[in-house]
């Protein structure tokens, strides 16, 4: 069975970093892009950031482009989002998503979800 578990979601101050791990199992990752998306309570799901199958195309949302980064470890079926100086906006569920496929970074595009972690930035 296909599926994604997120984890490394926590509360933290303004200003600190968390690292999100998602770990597939079921599946071979290296053949999938996968994203990352948020949801805040009373919002609509967004995307956060995205990589391709091979880790050499990456994207990010205008609203966290030069503090969150994005990779992944094929052959440990690991992807990371790296998030320093996380804001109160910040706050919220992340998934992990993935999507067989071209690169492609759109919600919709993504058929197989984790569960999500929840993400608390707060003094």
């Known amino acids: 069975q296909l599926q994604l578990v997120e984890s490394g979601g926590g509360l933290v101050q303004p200003g600190g970093s968390l690292t999100l791990s998602c770990i597939a199992s079921g599946f071979t990752l290296e053949h999938y892009a996968i994203g990352w998306f948020r949801q805040a309570p009373g919002k609509e799901r967004e995307g956060v950031s995205c990589i391709s199958s091979s880790g050499g195309d990456t994207n990010y949302a205008d609203s966290v482009k030069g503090r969150f980064t994005i990779s992944r470890d094929n052959a440990k079926n690991m992807v990371y989002l790296q998030m320093n100086s996380l804001k109160p906006e910040d706050t919220a569920v992340y998934y992990c998503?993935?999507?067989?496929?071209?690169?492609?970074?759109?919600?919709?595009?993504?058929?197989?979800w984790g569960q999500g972690t929840q993400v608390t930035v707060s003094s």
């Open positions: 998503a993935a999507r067989s496929g071209s690169f492609d970074c759109r919600l919709f595009e993504y058929g197989h």
